[in-house]
């Protein structure tokens, strides 16, 4: 008998019975459908140009012949300064902190000892400076370096108070040693202490004056090997100079006196005094104060010497910020300082130490800045800072980089913040003007923004591989400043920054700006050249509440199946207030309905350049404060505004100032929710959604490193990664592991789905739809993407007086991990960015032109092209933390597929226009960058670039156009990369050494002159602007014109002194 097979019999059933085809087959691999452009030979990884203060700087010098100035760190890093727009950084590998520098002087060379006793020879006269020599010592600490002008031999002192002769051409030790046993007194058994100061005699350069940390000084003849003389003081020494006829030298001590020693009379000094210290009655000694660190000691050939000294302040002085003395005369000038001083120069017109030293300047290396102060004008004035070294006058808090932006745009920002800049500068032009510009080809408009915990938000011109301040926009003047504990801010968040950015969203072509805080607070700015002044800055107040836990969500890629469109399983808005608040309170005393902020209801004057014409605030919701935001985007062709959190989402009509659409992230979801969502507890402790992105924390990561708002102790919210993830620290991969799956639990482990990315797109709002519309396309934590409908009165007139519609048009999809960016191709794979007006002066009435102009909302393309004028098909471009898919529209089939990564996660994601063409680049947590052609998805480059060690990268790291990207690479710098192999081309070809003129080739392209404190042009004349090396110039009877200015590269001549005897 023939067995009975059941599961035959029901799979036939099954076949027969249904005419449906079978399922098709997942997307695999298959030839583009789009003529792709981009190879794997167009990409290659380099660093471009690092900005910023150094990080943490602990040494200094300068050459007098070059005008280069170098800067040491206590990272090891190494950052060369020359004329405003020459910068070059080198890093030695050790990471070991920087001692001390010493130039050889105009030799295009540098002597740097770190720590790890080590002595380095960098040579400076090549394309890329790099170490030609180290010398290492492995039985003594290094403690003082000393290079006299002109001189072969470098002296080296120790930690066991002897001294070791380098020969500076073969960087080896000449085997002569100053021992400490012999320098000091025959009869004295006490060690004298490690060597602090060594110097020769400006006259005699056979004569060393050495100085040893107990107090004794020695005066040591080479030639006859034994010291001529020994100068004994009770307090320990911490510096020596000499007047420059050798004939004395003066000290500074421990006790805050300085002690001045004829060179023939060692016992005992000629003169002691104590600057800061308070004269006793009856001939006693000065109460003691701080050490005096350093001291110089400069003559003039007309005038009294000046000695100018850190430190030796009275110990009674609490609170009294850090000072630079200069004594000139009878006269003492105390100058206070921002941060502490770490080390000074004094600059002066002859390199030769037996001159008149005739000093003109002194420069000031302090823990977070660098200044320079002119000694030739009453007042000691500062010179103007051309270099970009305030990104960190308050801590950055997010960036975001925008590559050829409209030429019209910099002037605008110079324009406005030109008026902002410092009075009371020097009239000198800034001293330090050595190095080389590189004259390159690129030249196209670049803009970084950084936003700041002081709620500031900074524009700087990026152009040509240089970096200055164009404008500064501070958002916290449009609202009250608590006076007292009770009017704090009302949030327990927020204590120290309530007016910290988060994020911005910007339309360079309309110039609005949309910056989002860390107090749930939301301002739409437009520019404007002409002052305005608001009687009152509208206020909206959204009520973002979500009443469902996310338990669960499904793993499979489909959707389930979608709802009708404005069914009954259509979301319902929640109530919405969009008056100014009046804090309410429910019976249980709980806060309600109240924001964080209070605005200000005065006038308010508001500068030229960005002024505010709409607030928007999330308020608290039962006693909890509101969630903070974690995406936001504008459209200013369709005048909206739209930001989202872990509890919904809210979308603000910023022309009619309402509120559209504020909906919870599940009520998105209509019936089709694919979670498992259980009500929440009523009083349950609502944590914040995301883990703060400073909190992942190295071992070498100080204070310091961490910005205020976002990782401030007090606060129990955070600024957060847009991906909702608690990430952990590995420290054996150097990479980040999520916690949970592609979507991670918060801080409490509650499982909250937040709006991760949003787009504004003119698109196919449904599968069956066959023309274009607006649209807003947003994407989840949960790897979900939803598309709501908009609908725009018709005309600029209508738009002002109807209402605009917003529905989800049930179309959804879904990837894995959270969604991070969208972007839309045409059918020949040219990017459509979002539409835009263009900008114009809302204050002056418009031509007629320019009206019928603004009422057209087509999307400007890269490339146009006649396919999207009859709205054929689209490419949906969508990249999460695992995958990346294209999505044909509208049929809303999966084209193309890439899982990025498997056992990390994409930190950020953009589409970026390169040679032409697009591609998808990545950033890692594992460190790699990566780029995949479109729409194919075909990987292109896959690089090691650098592990996630501090959150503070994820942050900050950003793409933008032509290959560019940057991320904050300290608390202090911004450092720039490039991912196109022809920008790597170019910066190779720009960076050449100088010619006879010996200095350090950290040779770039010049910004604008404009950008660096020249007379602003016409707006007219910046279209017409040639390049990097023009300058605007204007003659007698003449409007101007771009002139180009001859770089500098004749051999420099070394000014002999009109004395010189030995």
Not at 534 to 541: D, G, N, S, T
Not at 815 to 837: E, I, N, W, Y
């Amino acid at each position: 008998m023939r067995k009975f097979n059941i599961r035959k019999v029901l799979d036939g059933l099954t076949a027969g019975s249904s005419a449906q085809p079978p399922p098709p087959a997942p997307p695999g691999p298959r030839e583009p459908e789009v003529a792709e452009t981009l190879q794997a030979e167009h990409f290659q990884l380099c660093k471009t140009v690092r900005h910023g203060f150094p990080y943490r700087p602990s040494a200094l010098a300068f050459d007098p012949v070059q005008k280069i100035l170098a800067v040491g760190t206590q990272i090891g890093a190494l950052r060369l300064f020359g004329r405003p727009g020459v910068e070059c950084h080198c890093q030695h590998d050790s990471g070991a902190a920087v001692i001390q520098l010493q130039f050889l002087v105009n030799e295009g060379a540098l002597v740097s000892a770190l720590a790890d006793d080590t002595l380095h020879l960098w040579n400076l006269r090549q394309k890329r400076p790099a170490i030609l020599h180290s010398l290492k010592f492995c039985r003594e600490r290094v403690t003082f370096c000393h290079l006299p002008f002109q001189s072969k031999w470098l002296y080296v002192g120790t930690e066991r108070g002897n001294i070791h002769i380098v020969n500076v051409e073969s960087f080896s030790l000449s085997g002569y040693v100053v021992m400490w046993n012999k320098a000091i007194e025959l009869s004295s058994k006490s060690h004298p202490g490690p060597v602090v100061h060594i110097s020769d005699n400006p006259m005699d350069e056979g004569k060393l004056l050495i100085g040893f940390e107990s107090g004794t000084v020695v005066l040591w003849d080479l030639k006859s090997k034994k010291a001529d003389y020994r100068y004994t003081y009770d307090e320990a020494i911490h510096s020596v100079a000499w007047h420059h006829e050798g004939k004395q030298f003066i000290c500074s001590h421990s006790d805050g006196t300085l002690t001045t020693w004829n060179v023939r009379s060692p016992a005992r000094p000629v003169q002691t005094i104590t600057p800061h210290g308070k004269q006793l009655k009856d001939g006693k000694k000065p109460e003691p104060c701080k050490p005096i660190l350093k001291v110089e000691f400069k003559t003039t050939r007309a005038g009294e010497p000046f000695i100018i000294l850190s430190g030796g302040l009275s110990y009674d002085t609490v609170g009294r910020r850090p000072c630079l003395t200069v004594m000139h005369g009878k006269s003492t000038a105390v100058l206070e300082m921002d941060y502490s001083v770490v080390d000074f120069l004094t600059l002066c017109e002859t390199p030769y130490p037996n001159d008149f030293q005739e000093p003109y300047a002194v420069v000031v290396l302090l823990e977070k800045d660098l200044v320079l102060i002119d000694l030739a004008q009453n007042g000691y004035p500062i010179f103007e800072n051309p270099y970009p070294l305030s990104i960190h006058e308050s801590p950055v808090t997010c960036c975001e980089y925008f590559a050829d932006c409209p030429v019209d745009l910099i002037p605008a920002l110079y324009s406005v913040g030109a008026r902002q800049k410092r009075q009371g500068y020097s009239k000198k032009e800034w001293p330090i003007s050595g190095g080389n510009w590189g004259l390159g080809a690129q030249s196209y408009p670049e803009i970084i923004i950084t936003g700041h915990a002081d709620g500031s938000v900074k524009f700087w011109d990026a152009s040509a591989i240089t970096l200055q301040v164009l404008y500064k926009l501070k958002t916290s003047k449009v609202f009250e400043k608590p006076r007292g504990k009770d009017d704090r801010p009302s949030t327990d968040v927020v204590d120290e920054d309530p007016y910290a950015v988060q994020m911005v969203s910007w339309c360079p072509e309309s110039r609005v700006l949309c910056v989002a805080g860390v107090s749930a607070h939301v301002l739409v700015c437009r520019f404007s050249r002409q002052e305005a002044l608001a009687e009152v800055i509208p206020m909206l107040e959204v009520r973002l509440y979500c009443e469902m836990n996310d338990e669960g969500s499904p793993e499979g890629e489909q959707a389930p199946p979608l709802p009708t469109p404005g069914g009954s399983s259509s979301p319902q808005p929640f109530p919405l207030q969009s008056h100014p608040s009046t804090s309410s309170s429910s019976s249980g005393g709980l806060r309600d309905n109240a924001p964080c902020l209070k605005v200000k209801t005065s006038p308010l004057k508001q500068p030229p350049g960005f002024q505010t014409e709409l607030v928007v605030q999330l308020v608290w919701v039962g006693g909890e404060p509101p969630q903070q935001i974690t995406s936001l985007a504008v459209n200013s062709s369709y005048g909206l505004v739209v930001f989202g959190n872990c509890d919904g989402i809210a979308v603000v009509d910023y022309l009619q100032k309402a509120v559209l659409l504020s909906l919870g992230t599940a009520d998105l979801y209509g019936s089709s929710d694919p979670h498992r969502r259980e009500p929440r507890s009523p009083r349950k402790s609502r944590q914040p959604s995301a883990a703060g992105l400073c909190d992942i924390s190295e071992g070498t990561v100080t204070p310091e490193d961490r910005c205020k708002s976002p990782t401030s102790a007090k606060m129990s919210r955070k600024l957060s990664l847009p991906t909702d993830l608690k990430p952990d620290l590995d420290v054996k991969d150097n990479s980040f592991s999520p916690s949970r799956s592609s979507s991670v639990a918060s801080i409490d482990r509650e499982a909250r789905e937040a709006i991760s990315a949003l787009h504004f797109a003119e698109t196919f709002p449904r599968k069956a739809d066959s023309c274009l519309g607006p649209c807003l396309w947003v994407g989840t934590t949960l790897g979900s993407v939803l598309v709501l409908a908009l609908g725009l009165p018709p005309g600029e007139e209508q738009r002002l007086l109807q209402p605009v519609v917003a529905v989800p048009s049930g179309t959804m999809l879904r990837l894995k991990g959270a969604v991070l960016r969208m972007a839309f191709l045409d059918s020949t794979g040219c990017l459509l960015p979002p539409a835009h007006l263009p900008w114009r002066e809302h204050s002056i009435p418009e031509e007629k032109e320019e009206k019928e102009k603004a009422k057209k909302r087509r999307p400007v393309s890269v490339s146009p092209s006649s396919s999207q004028e009859l709205g054929e098909s689209q490419y949906a471009v969508i990249c999460s933390e695992k995958q990346a898919k294209v999505i044909a529209l509208p049929a809303q089939s999966c084209a193309y597929q890439q899982n990025m990564v498997e056992t990390s996660f994409v930190l950020r994601g953009d589409v970026v226009a390169l040679s032409a063409s697009v591609c998808l680049a990545c950033f890692c947590a594992n460190g790699h960058i990566m780029t995949f052609s479109l729409p194919s998805l075909r990987p292109l480059l896959d690089v090691y670039y650098l592990p996630l060690t501090n959150m503070r990268i994820a942050r900050t790291f950003c793409f933008t156009n032509n290959g560019q990207a940057l991320y904050l690479v300290s608390p202090t710098e911004i450092q720039r990369l490039t991912y196109s192999q022809e920008t790597c081309e170019n910066l190779q070809s720009e960076k050449r050494p100088l010619e006879r003129r010996r200095g350090a080739s950290c040779s770039t392209s010049p910004a604008p002159e404009a950008s660096r404190g020249s007379k602003e042009p016409p707006p007219a004349s910046w279209a017409s602007w040639p390049g990097p090396g023009w300058r605007w110039t204007r003659e007698a009877r003449s409007w101007g014109s771009w002139r180009r200015e001859q770089p500098r590269c004749c051999p420099a001549q070394i000014p002999s002194p009109s004395t010189r005897t030995r």
